[in-house]
């Protein structure tokens, strides 16, 4: 389950992203991000859509959190 992924207690709350990525206006594929609430407590979808950046920029830069370790299966990308 994605609590036990994230290592956080069942029914925790999270934010689930859908992040299209794509070339030239034309998307090929689109990620299902799964972050822990807890740990981005002030994240708002603003604030993700606006980014001027790479999403893993977003962490550095507004919660000072380095993104070192992932963990990828077929439908979803965790951040631990």
């Known amino acids: 389950s994605e609590s036990k992924a ?3 207690p069942e029914g925790s709350n999270v934010y689930h992203i ?3 990525l794509g070339l030239n206006k034309k998307f090929y594929i ?10 981005f407590p002030s ?3 603003e604030m993700f859509r606006n980014r001027t950046n ?3 920029n977003l962490y550095q830069n ?7 370790n992932c963990s990828f ?8």
């Open 6 to 8: 994230l290592k956080i």
């Open 18 to 20: 859908y992040n299209k």
């Open 30 to 39: 689109v990620d299902k991000i799964v972050i822990s609430h807890d740990k």
């Open 43 to 45: 994240l708002t979808e």
């Open 54 to 56: 790479t999403i893993y």
């Open 62 to 68: 507004k919660f000072n959190i380095f993104i070192t």
């Open 73 to 80: 299966d077929s439908s979803i990308f965790l951040i631990l």
